[in-house]
């Protein structure tokens, strides 16, 4: 039968011939980016973070200085944030902006959340304050922190400090993997189930 398949195979390919010249070679392997391309990138990306973290007091749900407040997204398990809301994950990097201007703030916590990311931090910590003094509201600088947090898809979730760590002054904050970490994960991941 093979036979048979063989000299149907060459009977049909009898008028076929080779072409001629060079032949273009298509890569469909992706090309990567110029440091000017990762800058414009990086730029486009912190302005539209920077759109989705308003400076304008009524697009703050008004927390009280003692509150404590939590968030989390859709997807996190409950064991994960239950270890973030006792404080049971490892802290190296820590941001205090509790005596920063609103716009101030709003720069150092976009900027210390990227700084973060990109250092593979997935949990750090953020020192708003209680804002008992602030105006024109007690809790001015804590709603605002809350508010932003939760218009970045980079935080997963965020809830109050146990005490001996500022408290309700505090939050732990968890972070989703940077993209260079999901890309290592991807090709470990496939190094590691043998794919080629």
């Not at 994950?89 to 101030?104: C, F, G, P, T």
């Not at 953020?126 to 947090?149: E, R």
């Not at 935080?155 to 732990?172: C, F, I, N, R």
Request: positive net charge; glycine residues 8%.
């Amino acid at each position: 039968m093979l036979d048979d398949e063989s000299a149907l195979f060459f009977e049909e390919m009898a008028g076929v011939v080779p072409l001629k010249g060079e032949v273009p070679v298509v890569s469909f392997a992706p090309k990567a980016l110029t440091a000017e391309q990762i800058h414009r990138r990086d730029a486009l990306q912190r302005e539209a973070y920077l759109a989705c973290m308003p400076l304008d007091l009524k697009a703050f749900v008004q927390q009280a200085p003692d509150d404590i407040v939590s968030f989390k997204r859709e997807g996190v398990q409950g064991g994960v944030f239950k270890r973030l809301r006792m404080g049971q994950y490892s802290i190296k990097m820590e941001l205090d902006v509790h005596a920063y201007r609103l716009n101030q703030a709003r720069e150092a916590v976009l900027n210390y959340l990227l700084a973060a990311q990109a250092h593979g931090e997935r949990c750090v910590m953020l020192i708003h304050g209680k804002g008992y003094q602030s105006q024109p509201f007690a809790g001015l600088l804590k709603s605002a922190v809350c508010c932003w947090l939760s218009q970045l898809d980079m935080v997963l979730a965020y809830h109050s400090a146990k005490t001996e760590q500022g408290g309700t002054g505090a939050l732990y904050v968890m972070l989703t993997k940077s993209e260079q970490l999901k890309l290592e994960n991807r090709e470990a991941n496939r190094k590691g189930m043998g794919w080629r």
